[in-house]
């Protein structure tokens, strides 16, 4: 148990959908991400927010849209996705997003786009 | 681009064998995180490596961080079922308030029984 949980563990859905992903971190963090990891590919990081401000969007696009509406909750609301998008989302969280921060990784949203 | 090279990129070994996995970069970073994820779960902080040439060991695992902080081993003596996961590096790099980590793709660990 690392402090940070992600529902759903699995989610399957249609590229007409729209779906959210949810996150909760219970450590008092301050700094809340989302992670793509895809197949055959480094960690990818996707956003990030300090204190509930958005201070990082690494050119996601616009079907992917992130919402931290307190500092212990993270959303990723999904819309029109595509095929390639299915991967594992992962949350993580860290004090602040000072250097050599530790980061709680939740255990992810494995989803599939048909 | 900073990029991060993990080799090997898979490792499948029988139980109490000793193994070495690297983390490589022409990039200097200030410091070089090892997490673990098994499978189904998300990574696991291992250890954090700051100080060129620095060496620090957690039970069976020897981490050590290369003098010109562009590089990283990780080794694990007598391997163990439990060990088996994805283990990946990342580089960490700062600009005033801009803090960036970067991942290599993973070296995924078989320990056989």
């Known amino acids: 148990e690392t402090g940070v949980t992600q529902t759903p563990r699995h989610l399957v859905m249609g590229m007409t959908n729209k779906k959210s992903l949810k996150c909760e971190q219970h450590l008092g963090h301050n700094a809340m991400y989302w992670y793509k990891q895809s197949a055959k590919k480094p960690l990818e990081l996707m956003f990030v927010?300090?204190?509930?401000?958005?201070?990082e969007n690494n050119s996601v696009p616009s079907r992917f849209s992130p919402e931290c509406p307190n500092s212990s909750h993270l959303f990723l609301h999904l819309h029109t996705l595509q095929p390639e998008d299915s991967a594992l989302y992962l949350c993580?969280?860290?004090?602040?997003?000072?250097?050599?921060?530790?980061?709680?990784f939740g255990s992810g949203t494995q989803l599939s786009v048909l | 681009t900073q990029l991060l090279e993990q080799s090997p990129q898979f490792l499948s070994i029988q139980e109490g064998e000793n193994l070495t996995v690297y983390c490589n970069s022409s990039?200097?970073?200030?410091?070089l995180q090892w997490y673990r994820q098994e499978p189904g779960e998300g990574p696991v902080l291992l250890v954090t490596?700051?100080?060129?040439?620095e060496v620090k060991k957690l039970k069976r695992l020897t981490f050590q961080f290369g003098d010109a902080r562009k590089d990283s081993s990780l080794h694990i003596t007598a391997a163990q079922p439990g060990d088996t996961g994805l283990y990946l590096c990342?580089?960490?790099?700062?600009?005033?308030?801009?803090?960036?980590?970067?991942f290599g793709k993973g070296t995924l660990l078989t320990v056989n029984p």
């Open positions: 490596v700051v100080t060129g040439g």
């Open positions: 990039s200097v970073f200030s410091s």
């Open positions: 927010y300090s204190l509930e401000e958005r201070v």
């Open positions: 993580a969280s860290s004090q602040d997003r000072s250097t050599n921060e530790k980061l709680f």
């Open positions: 990342a580089g960490a790099s700062s600009g005033g308030s801009n803090y960036k980590l970067t």
